[in-house]
């Protein structure tokens, strides 16, 4: 199975600070990388597809990056409701498998 | 819009079978245009994909569920259902549906992104 690790494991942010958060795979996924967000309590949302394309209702301040093993998930501004745990996701190979998880809280 | 609501009982004693059911509304099943999932979530070991189906009945498991996992659809219904048998206390689990689009087969892998996704439920093995 291919590993996905994510750096790093948890991060306190301002409302209106830039976020990064970052993925990596143990092996080459092209751009099979999805990104979800996960408010306390909730089911995963779907953020960022194909490393890259904002999914349909997603606010333009997150953007995703990256190809080969390398990824990121950027917010460009957080606002309140960004304050929640991200995961990546790589399906390039069978099983899919998931990240660990980036926790953004509140500074 | 879609929206998926998992349903089955809450806790399932070892070593029975975990049953639960994934009701779709607002969409077709059968319109051929999506795969259809499991996903569970440890709160230690995180997210973990189960297995995929598509409305012809075909299907895909996660090969560390040990044949275990079996996803069934009933397109009358417009559901689609979990079967998990011989299970143990490391089920436990949420356990949520998802819709899976934007996908294609790729030397026999489905790439796709879960973007529809239920509400979650909740399952505890335990005697």
């Known amino acids: 199975d291919i590993q996905m690790t994510q750096s790093p494991s948890s991060l306190s942010a301002s409302v209106g600070d830039r976020v990064t958060i970052t993925c990596r795979s143990s092996?080459?996924?092209?751009?099979?990388l999805n990104w979800y967000r996960q408010r306390p309590g909730k089911a995963p949302s779907l953020v960022i597809y194909?490393?890259?394309i904002l999914e349909s209702g997603v606010p333009s301040r997150f953007s995703g990056s990256g190809s080969g093993t390398d990824f990121s998930l950027t917010i460009s501004s957080v606002q309140p409701e960004d304050f929640a745990t991200y995961f990546c996701?790589?399906?390039?190979?069978?099983?899919?498998?998931f990240g660990p998880g980036t926790k953004v809280d509140i500074k | 819009q879609v929206q998926l609501q998992e349903s089955g009982p809450g806790l399932v004693k070892p070593p029975q079978t975990l049953s639960l059911t994934c009701t779709v509304s607002?969409?077709?099943?059968?319109?051929?245009?999506?795969?259809w999932s499991w996903v569970r979530q440890h709160p230690e070991t995180g997210l973990e994909w189960i297995g995929y189906?598509?409305?012809?009945?075909?299907?895909y498991y996660n090969p560390s569920l040990k044949s275990r996992a079996t996803i069934s659809v009933d397109t009358s219904k417009n559901q689609f259902s979990l079967n998990l048998s011989s299970v143990t206390a490391a089920d436990t689990a949420v356990y949520y549906c998802?819709?899976?689009?934007?996908?294609?087969?790729?030397?026999?892998?489905?790439?796709?992104?879960?973007?529809?996704w239920g509400q979650g439920t909740t399952v505890t093995v335990s005697s």
């Open positions: 189906m598509f409305h012809t009945g075909s299907t």
């Open positions: 194909s490393a890259s």
């Open positions: 092996q080459s996924i092209s751009t099979s």
């Open positions: 998802t819709r899976v689009s934007s996908w294609a087969i790729v030397r026999g892998v489905i790439k796709g992104a879960f973007d529809i």
């Open positions: 607002g969409g077709s099943i059968s319109s051929g245009g999506h795969y």
């Open positions: 996701q790589q399906t390039d190979s069978t099983p899919p498998t």
